[in-house]
């Protein structure tokens, strides 16, 4: 997150005009401060725990008891089901999203529907799948005994949303999840309808165990020991058995209905890479405290109390999953459902930032040795290699992860990077041309396909190259590099343009950086 420039850029106007601008916003916020990651986790709990404060309130408005209304705020927080949400910083995009939603559930039950529509916005604004909560609205507020024909006029608002984001979410359905996965060598997502049944089937399979705090996993639920078909017979169990619920008793369609309407029921519809995804689903353990609700409504403390302690020590060991990147990925290689190889590949990349470079090779092998066309965990061999100074050995693995995986622009970038170590140049460009042909927007490729450029003299085209890579991204050695070949092609007054941040500074030289030591004084004297 603090890598990325959209959050660290200062651009305020342009945080909000992004995609789950809001959400973003509130990471641009957090960067101001000690760039630490406890603090984006204690901002989630934070969040998390404003949502339990209003599951209190709803139960409150609901049953018009208030120990019954701390009790279940209580539960909410304390409910495993919501760490993987609130665990994963990146998860805030869920968490907040629900912020809202909840917001506008309580707004439709206390007899306020037009002000929800504010909330289902800033729901949207920080998550885009948050679209759905309009189901959620609509079937609250047909619960609320609202004529069908009146709560119905919710589907409004999400055809409004797909009439002016019409565009993106093509572009989103057909390209944006899969493509990189499949070019990685990761097998991406099925096609539909198939995509859609299977995200139907794990979930509602999964879904009796997530409300128990079993079967889950860090990355996606865990993994449930049925054959294809019964898999699919036992999600229409459930299926049944909460209608039937919902029919004998009444008192169970609200939980039921805010269970099972929610933002996952997007993923239906959108290709995404994984097809179980429990933040996802993050919203619906409002669903599942209301159902526990009205499960013990009228028990006394000898049946809360035993439930509270079981719920806060299964979230306490779930939590543990979320202490450092090594415990992330070792508790989805334990507990997690579905193939292995991205999780084997991830705990690799977690040692080798330890420098622990034998335990990271083991684990890039016993990725490979699952998905032999992974192309993060051969690029990260190379890495390796490469540290190791075995650079024919790094060389031909790259070699080997371009022949596997041609579609993979990172991995033609790497592999440029590492012929222009053994001395290979014009391999090299070849290489960066290869990377932008398939992905245009490489800022890195633009800028190393300018320096080859730039040292055979080559300065105009040199100049186009660095021109690419600034327009993709404002870094300062980007910059002076512009700034150097406009001034070796003779067009001094732009260079001094382009140069003058620089001015009167003693900049550090880089290995993205064209100008040598030598030449930092002369390069000086052009920006005054």
Same mark, same amino acid.
């Given at each position: ?399 080997? =992860?371009?022949?596997?995986? !041609?579609?993979?622009? #990172?991995? @033609?970038?790497?592999? %440029? /990077? +590492? &012929?222009?170590?053994? *001395? ?10 290869? =990377?932008?042909?398939?992905? !245009?927007?490489?800022? #890195?490729? @633009?800028?190393?396909? %300018? /320096? +080859? &450029?730039?040292?055979? *003299? ?21 910059? @002076? ?9 003779? *067009? ?37």
């Amino acid at each position: 997150i603090l890598a990325n420039e959209h959050v660290t850029s200062g651009n305020w106007r342009e945080h909000w005009r992004r995609w789950r601008g809001l959400t973003l916003t509130t990471f641009a916020l957090q960067a101001l401060w000690p760039k630490t990651s406890r603090g984006f986790h204690l901002a989630n709990l934070m969040i998390h725990a404003l949502n339990g404060i209003q599951v209190q309130r709803i139960v409150l408005l609901i049953y018009k008891d208030a120990i019954l209304g701390i009790l279940a705020g209580l539960l909410f927080v304390a409910l495993p089901f919501a760490v993987n949400a609130a665990g994963y910083i990146a998860g805030r995009y869920a968490v907040l999203s629900a912020t809202f939603a909840f917001l506008g559930v309580w707004l439709i039950l206390a007899g306020y529907p037009f002000p929800a529509i504010c909330c289902w916005i800033w729901a949207v604004w920080a998550k885009e799948d948050g679209v759905v909560y309009a189901a959620t609205f609509a079937a609250v507020q047909a619960w609320t005994g609202t004529p069908w024909y009146f709560a119905a006029l919710w589907i409004l608002p999400p055809i409004l949303f797909g009439l002016v984001y019409r565009a993106h979410i093509v572009h989103y359905l057909k390209v944006a999840n899969d493509s990189g996965m499949t070019q990685g060598g990761l097998p991406g997502s099925l096609p539909q309808p198939e995509h859609g049944g299977t995200v139907l089937v794990e979930t509602l399979l999964h879904y009796p165990f997530w409300m128990l705090g079993l079967k889950q996993a860090p990355y996606h639920g865990s993994g449930i020991p049925l054959p294809g078909r019964m898999r699919a017979g036992g999600a229409a169990l459930v299926l049944a058995l909460s209608f039937t619920l919902a029919v004998l008793r009444p008192e169970f369609r609200l939980p039921l209905i805010l269970i099972y309407t929610g933002p996952w029921l997007a993923y239906l519809f959108i290709r995404a890479p994984d097809a179980l995804m429990e933040w996802r689903n993050y919203s619906s353990t409002l669903g599942v405290t209301l159902f526990f609700v009205e499960l013990f409504r009228g028990s006394g403390p000898w049946i809360w109390t035993p439930v509270l302690i079981y719920m806060m020590v299964n979230t306490c060991w779930q939590s543990t999953a979320w202490r450092s990147p090594e415990d992330l990925w070792g508790a989805v290689l334990n507990r997690g459902y579905g193939e292995k190889s991205r999780a084997w590949q991830e705990l690799g990349a977690a040692h080798k930032d330890q420098n622990q470079l034998a335990e990271a090779e083991v684990c890039f092998r016993r990725a490979l040795d699952l998905n032999p066309n992974l192309a993060p965990a051969m690029r990260n061999l190379a890495v390796i290699y490469t540290i190791r100074g075995q650079m024919e050995a790094a060389t031909g693995m790259l070699a080997d =992860c371009v022949h596997r995986c !041609p579609l993979s622009a #990172h991995s @033609w970038d790497h592999y %440029g /990077m +590492l &012929l222009e170590m053994v *001395q290979r140049p014009g391999d090299a460009e070849a290489a960066y041309r290869r =990377c932008l042909d398939l992905l !245009p927007a490489t800022d #890195h490729a @633009w800028n190393r396909l %300018g /320096m +080859l &450029l730039f040292a055979r *003299q080559s300065y105009t085209e040199a100049k186009d190259s660095f021109a690419r890579a600034v327009r993709l991204s404002r870094n300062p050695d980007y910059v @002076w590099n512009l700034g150097w070949a406009a001034k070796e092609s003779g *067009q001094s007054e732009e260079a001094r343009a382009i140069m003058a941040p620089f001015a009167g500074k003693d900049v550090p030289m880089t290995t993205e950086m064209v100008a040598p030591p030598a030449m930092r004084a002369q390069m000086q004297g052009v920006t005054r």
